[in-house]
């Protein structure tokens, strides 16, 4: 099969053919359709996080498929069934995370296209009790960008604690983002939105931001959102990669309103503690989502309530994709056309 190919983190990706893999037990083995193009795939290529994956490997966890083969024990998944894979590929199922329902955060969980070989080929293997299975009808170039930007925005949203009617912040307009408002405003919220591009901010206003704050041209973007919402916004959801956009959004604060973390940029951000102690702040970290999320995700989509903004591009332009994320030029999202490779 063709797959594109991590051998050397300073090196471009390398397209080229690889040995079709087969289902171990509890496997399923799924022709993908598309696989869309996370910026955590960026950063597995280029090994810039601490615990780095081993090449060579397969990047990608926004797969869509349909299974051809199951490995020994598999009831879940039959063949025919259209799946996808995810960022979370498996946990262990029995620590006391697992046991609890905070099943992201299990120390022996793999990752798609990281630990496991991902989307980023034609074909890819998943974990049956993991895999996500979507719905009948649903377009699959459509749904891939939910199965990691969708799924963790909307957890991400949820952790900001927002209830229907009150406002929410989402820093950050690219593939993420603009998917965040969109699950912000099915879910009921009011959003105001900021990035650092006039693109950028019609965008958010596209997908129904009420307030598009650019924060290269407004001096003070913090005050403008508490101008315009009444004191601040109740929570917000971070998904820049800029430092600068953390503190921005913590100012943005209202008294007790709650921050949830999902951008990770390079570097660090100052956090006041006497604002944070005085106004009752909370600032907290949210990755992707559990099996549950993923499948509450998918249903906002599936109803039609998501709708995500992108582009569909052979495996082959992988490196000029990555080289245009890296640019900022990307609009949305970019989904591969696995057909096409």
């Known amino acids: 099969m063709k797959a594109a190919v991590v051998k050397d983190f300073t090196a471009p990706l390398v397209v080229e053919d690889v040995e079709l893999p ?9 022709k993908v359709l598309y696989s869309g193009v996370c910026h955590t795939d960026l950063h597995a290529a280029h090994g810039d996080w601490p615990v780095k994956p081993t090449v060579p490997f397969v990047p990608g966890h926004e797969g ?3 299974v051809v083969a199951v490995g020994d024990g598999v009831t879940r ?14 946990a262990c199922g029995a620590c006391e995370f697992c046991e609890t329902g905070r099943e992201t955060l299990c120390p022996e969980q793999r990752n798609g296209g990281y630990s496991v070989d991902g989307s980023f080929g ?28 969708g799924v963790t925005v909307y957890k991400g949203l949820k952790e900001s604690e927002v209830r229907p009617g009150q406002w929410v912040l989402i820093s950050g307009v690219g593939g993420l983002g603009h998917i965040a408002i969109q699950y912000a405003r099915a879910m009921g919220m009011r959003v105001v939105a900021v990035d650092v591009a006039d693109d950028k901010s019609a965008l958010a206003r596209r997908h129904g931001a009420e307030l598009a704050v650019n924060a290269l041209t407004d001096p003070d973007p913090a005050a403008t959102i508490k101008e315009f919402t009444g004191g601040g916004v109740h929570g917000g959801l971070v ?4 430092g600068a956009a953390f503190s921005q959004a913590v100012g943005a604060l209202r008294r007790g309103g709650t921050l949830a973390l999902v951008g990770l940029p390079p570097e660090q951000f100052p956090l006041d503690i006497f604002s944070t ?4 702040l909370t600032i907290r970290g ?9 499948a509450e995700a998918i249903d906002f ?7 995500p903004t992108y582009t569909v591009r052979p495996l082959t332009d992988i490196n000029a994709i990555f080289d245009e994320m890296t640019a900022g030029r990307i609009d949305g999202r970019v989904v591969m056309d696995m057909s096409a490779s």
């Open 286 to 294: 949210s990755i992707v989502g559990t099996r549950a999320d993923l």
């Open 64 to 66: 869509v498929g349909e």
């Open 77 to 90: 998944l039959t063949i025919g069934d259209m799946v996808g894979n995810a960022w979370f590929w498996s």
């Open 301 to 307: 989509f599936a109803r039609g309530l998501i709708s």
């Open 122 to 149: 034609q074909y890819m293997l998943v974990d049956a009790a993991y895999a996500p299975v979507i719905p009948p009808g649903v377009e699959p170039s459509a749904v891939a960008p939910i199965l990691c930007a």
């Open 22 to 30: 087969e289902p171990g037990p509890g496997q399923a083995l799924v």
């Open 277 to 280: 102690v005085l106004f009752g």
């Open 239 to 242: 998904t820049a990669v800029n």
